[in-house]
């Protein structure tokens, strides 16, 4: 009486071992196609050629005096004056506290020997966020504290209104895409300062982002340079116009003579 359902039973284990065996199977397959979709794809910069690409930073400009909460611009102008496109034009910008250098020199578009790589090791940035500096206070999740907030939808190209300089993988650096021969593009960063103190925003252009394709200068040396800027913890003195527009107020105006002491001396240098 029994022979029958234990016949069944068999019957019903077997196919149930087959079908696991199906499932693991099924599996396995899948995880085979995606490691080869994963393993197999090109290098991203397998197209990017390798060579030197002579540039020219043609301007570079951001005050070396700000105040907190003083909107203002950060202005790279870089013209590609080889023969050949530059593949993609990137931007390193990094922040430095405590500068060594002086504060009478506002920018440097003075490059250094360029090597096998455009920087050293010591040079790179270490903070996350361009504008941002390391910080030693514990517990923190994020080990930096920014001193400049980068506003929304910049960096910009000079006349456009869309945002522009794709954040590339590469820390700090935005990609602004393929440059003609003789042509000059403008970038426009827009920034707040949030932390007073002396600080020293590092910029270096690149010619793609894979490190084959090189910028230089005319001496062939890295195309890199310095804003060394002092921000004061004095609020900028502003006055609202009739439109409802706040704007800052010129310390040599009479409106700006009646300000404070302290702040004719933090926001006008004086």
């Known amino acids: ?43 991203q910069d397998a197209d990017e050629p390798s060579g030197n690409f002579p540039v020219q930073v043609v301007s570079a400009d951001f005050p070396s005096k700000q105040s ?5 611009n950060l202005t790279l102008g870089v013209k590609n004056t080889g023969q050949d496109a530059i593949p993609d034009l990137a931007i390193t910008i990094f922040t430095t506290s405590n500068a060594s250098t002086t504060e009478s020199s506002s920018t440097s578009t003075e490059g250094t020997t360029s090597g096998e790589t455009t920087t050293g090791s010591s040079d790179l940035p270490s903070a996350e ?16 504290r920014p001193v400049w907030i980068l506003e929304q939808g910049y960096p910009k190209l000079q006349g456009q209104t869309q945002p522009a300089g794709a954040e590339a993988a590469q820390t700090d650096t935005y990609s602004f895409g393929s440059l003609a021969p003789g042509e000059t593009r403008t970038m426009i960063w827009n920034v707040t300062p949030i932390q007073a103190g002396t600080f020293t925003v590092h910029y270096r252009v690149a010619a793609g982002l894979g490190g084959k394709a090189k910028a230089v200068t005319a001496d062939g040396s890295v195309p890199e340079g310095e804003f060394v800027v002092r921000i004061s913890s004095a609020p900028p003195q502003t006055q609202v116009t009739d439109s409802g527009k706040v704007i800052p107020i010129n310390p040599n105006s009479t409106l700006g003579q009646a300000g404070s002491k302290e702040q004719k001396s933090e926001v006008g240098g004086q």
């Open 129 to 144: 966020g361009a504008f941002s500096v390391p910080s030693t206070q514990p517990g923190l999740a994020i080990p930096s």
């Open 1 to 43: 009486m029994l022979a029958a359902p234990l016949e069944g039973s068999d019957a019903i284990g077997r196919a149930l071992k087959a079908r696991k065996g199906l499932a693991v199977g099924f599996v396995v397959a899948l995880l085979g196609v995606g490691i080869a979709s994963c393993g197999g794809g090109e290098r």
């Open 68 to 72: 907190l909460a003083q909107n203002t």
